[in-house]
């Protein structure tokens, strides 16, 4: 069964620290991966798109790293601000044709505190 | 904002009812997405459109429906409202019908409470 798995299922930092988020998938065949972050409330928003091919991809703060092999992607945030305070939605693509099912994770919750 | 919009923003109705949701996607995008998030099963796909075409289909109840206008406005039909489909229901747009990684603009979704 297609699947994916975020951890933590939610995350407490100070502002300015750092931290990592995981996510593992099941999925097979593999197209790509995204990662969203979604403001409670408001639609999620793209932050980076990964094919198979790449091993990381950069947006501001924000790095995602994928392994393709074990099956392994990773959100790092840099330098945490307040406005980072948000769900995080790790989602993968089946390879498919004409289509363009994502399975979505149940996500991240991270709060950023001063 | 990401130039995508839905209507009406806040829903409430009885079990039983008959609901539209509307959306409109960012000028030039062809592809339109629904989805249904509820607060126990995160996001769930419903069903793509493409250029007024059914594209591709996800969990989707039988007692809902959509289509895509000429226009390229959106609408997701809910009928025979049960509690249980209570939830934020968001439409996204694309510009491809079939692109590894085309990204998907969300709206700021339609919250559908059913009493």
């Known amino acids: 069964k297609n699947q994916v798995e975020q951890s933590p299922q939610s995350l407490i930092i100070l502002e300015g620290k750092n931290c990592t988020l995981q996510c593992n998938y099941t999925v097979s065949p593999f197209s790509n991966l995204r990662w969203y972050k979604q403001d409670t409330g408001r639609g999620p928003v793209s932050l980076t798109i990964?094919?198979?091919?790449?091993n990381t991809k950069s947006n501001g703060r924000y790095t995602a790293t994928l392994d393709a092999d074990t099956k392994q992607s990773s959100l790092h945030i840099t330098a945490s601000q307040l406005s980072d305070s948000a769900s995080y939605i790790c989602?993968?693509?089946?390879?498919?044709?004409?289509?363009?099912?994502?399975?979505f994770g149940t996500g991240t919750r991270l709060q950023v505190f001063p | 904002d990401s130039g995508v919009t839905q209507t009406p923003k806040h829903l409430i109705t009885a079990t039983g009812q008959r609901v539209t949701l509307r959306c409109s996607p960012r000028s030039g995008d062809l592809s339109v997405y629904w989805y249904q998030q509820s607060l126990d099963q995160g996001l769930q796909f419903l069903i793509q459109?493409?250029?007024?075409?059914?594209?591709a289909k996800g969990n989707i109840l039988e007692r809902f429906s959509a289509q895509q206008f000429p226009d390229l406005h959106s609408e997701l039909n809910l009928s025979s409202l049960e509690l249980g489909d209570s939830a934020l229901y968001f439409c996204?747009?694309?510009?491809?019908?079939?692109?590894?990684?085309?990204?998907?603009?969300f709206g700021p979704g339609t919250r559908l409470t059913v009493l």
């Open positions: 996204a747009s694309s510009v491809a019908r079939a692109s590894r990684t085309d990204t998907q603009y």
């Open positions: 990964m094919t198979f091919s790449e």
């Open positions: 989602v993968v693509s089946p390879r498919a044709y004409n289509t363009d099912k994502l399975i």
């Open positions: 459109y493409y250029n007024g075409e059914e594209r």
